[in-house]
């Protein structure tokens, strides 16, 4: 088989998992577990990224924070002499009082208290819909590894806090020992996709574009039980934007395909 023949059954072979992974998404998305999940966590506020670091920094194994009375309302309690993780809370006015249609204005911000879901007690929460993938390939793992110094990208294995199963740093990847090796893919994936000029700064795109690149790297590679499409849907991306950034993601898997079929050749 000659080389454009070869290529152009890869693509097919990628679009093909990746048509796979919509239809898996829309799947996902319209399921029993998933919609009760996503109308409990659509109840939380959305904190800002310098009152994540604040939570990480005062409680790093939180994995789901709300207000005193947010608890209540979701039918939990905060326990008695539970300290609560202190973060900001920003104070708001609007610029003319006697206007109605006067847009608000930031004049300052005020320490306000959470807890963690750990520090309450009372009505069970839906579990969340499982996202990780585990599975691990030795053997591509020390390649994708090699791949990624190649690039001048580190990878440093470590304990990480709370769920988090793998970060990219920008020329610096960390990965939990408990993470599997799609963990590890997404995370390159993130460092030749997102690490450039031009890149999206949609944090929810970034997450889908990443994840679909692993899944489809991890699909060719015969890693199984891959969980994508909740990964997705819990990220907040679609089916659609799977489509939109199709050629992108393409791209990004089969350099990385490329990559490592040479290195095994080797």
């Not at 809370?89 to 320490?111: C, E, I, Y």
């Not at 440093?156 to 199963?165: A, D, F, M, R, S």
């Not at 020329?171 to 999206?200: C, N, Q, V, W, Y």
């Not at 889908?208 to 909740?230: C, D």
């Amino acid at each position: 088989m000659n080389t454009q023949v070869a290529s152009q059954d890869l693509q097919k072979k990628i679009t093909s998992f990746l048509e796979d992974l919509a239809r898996e998404t829309d799947q996902a998305r319209k399921s029993e577990a998933m919609q009760k999940y996503l109308d409990f966590a659509g109840r939380f506020h959305k904190y800002s990224p310098s009152n994540i670091f604040l939570i990480m920094l005062t409680r790093p194994d939180a994995t789901q924070v709300a207000g005193f009375q947010t608890w209540r309302k979701l039918g939990r309690y905060v326990r008695k002499h539970e300290k609560g993780i202190a973060i900001l809370a920003p104070l708001t006015q609007k610029d003319d009082p006697d206007d109605v249609n006067s847009t608000k204005v930031l004049r300052g911000f005020r320490v306000v208290f959470v807890f963690d879901v750990a520090q309450t007690d009372g009505k069970p929460l839906p579990p969340t819909p499982e996202w990780k993938s585990p599975e691990k390939n030795a053997e591509l793992t020390v390649k994708l590894i090699r791949y990624a110094e190649s690039k001048g990208i580190s990878v440093t294995v470590k304990e990480l806090p709370g769920e988090i199963q793998g970060i990219s740093k920008g020329g610096a990847i960390e990965f939990s020992p408990d993470a599997g090796t799609k963990t590890l893919i997404h995370e390159i994936a993130h460092e030749i996709m997102h690490r450039t000029e031009g890149a999206t700064s949609d944090p929810s795109l970034r997450e889908m574009e990443a994840e679909a690149a692993a899944y489809s790297v991890a699909r060719h590679f015969e890693i199984g039980n891959l969980n994508s499409s909740n990964y997705i849907v819990l990220n907040g991306s679609t089916s659609d934007s799977i489509k939109i950034s199709l050629s992108k993601i393409q791209e990004a898997v089969t350099e990385i395909i490329g990559a490592i079929e040479i290195s095994m050749d080797e």
